[in-house]
């Protein structure tokens, strides 16, 4: 992991619980189809650097549909339909800060932002959804969140969903700014996410400790 994150989470790879993990996917990897593909499960950590990251939205696995994980929660490739939970992100974004929705459903511009789009679990095998959650995964980004936690500079931590906020304990609340909501999926959308102003809150939160706000505005190409 080439990255500034290396330094701060390498003491994970020497766990007993890494080379199991990595020999699972590895052997899901030759068994089946597994997404993303292996070159983009750390594509979040690329993405956003640990010195860059301003906000934190936490998904739970990837897509398991084909072609559209590739490493960031939430986002799919250009060329992929949009899925419904991300259609409703776009429909509060509009409503909370007046942003059109793009066509497409990547989430880059976001990353390179500082926003990161990060998945408890960074692996699935094809077509089954939560089939490689309770491998390990989550104790990697249980790290990750206790590392950007860790940071002196104010990080929004948007939680959207029951299984996000269960790691409200991992994430010290008078230091950051944690935003909670139901999940943004058709079930529980209208419970609460629609109205729940995010985007705005987000920047709100930056802006008043002296950082930059996030442009949420998507490039429609």
């Not at 766990?15 to 979040?44: I, K, N, T």
């Not at 939680?159 to 991992?170: E, V």
Request: glycine share 6%; proline share 8%.
């Amino acid at each position: 992991m080439p990255t500034d994150w290396n330094p701060l989470l390498r003491d994970q790879f020497t766990q007993p619980y890494w080379a199991q993990l990595q020999g699972f996917v590895q052997h899901e990897r030759r068994a089946s189809v597994v997404f993303p593909p292996e070159a983009e499960v750390f594509a979040a950590l690329h993405l956003t650097s640990y010195e860059d990251v301003k906000v934190f939205i936490l998904g739970q696995d990837p897509y398991h549909g084909e072609g559209q994980a590739h490493g960031l929660c939430f986002s799919v490739r250009p060329d992929v339909q949009i899925p419904p939970s991300l259609q409703n992100i776009y429909t509060e974004m509009q409503t909370d800060i007046g942003v059109t929705p793009p066509t497409h459903g990547n989430l880059e511009s976001w990353a390179r932002q500082g926003v990161l789009l990060l998945n408890a679990v960074l692996t699935v095998q094809a077509h089954k959804a939560g089939s490689h959650r309770n491998r390990g995964w989550e104790i990697f980004t249980d790290q990750i969140i206790r590392v950007v936690n860790d940071k002196q500079e104010r990080v929004v931590f948007l939680l959207w969903g029951a299984f996000a906020q269960k790691k409200k304990p991992l994430i010290d609340a008078d230091r950051h700014v944690v935003i909670e909501s139901p999940h943004p999926s058709p079930l529980s959308a209208h419970r609460g996410f629609f109205g729940s102003r995010p985007f705005s809150r987000t920047n709100s939160a930056l802006t008043a400790a002296g950082r930059e706000p996030i442009d949420w505005s998507i490039p429609h190409n």
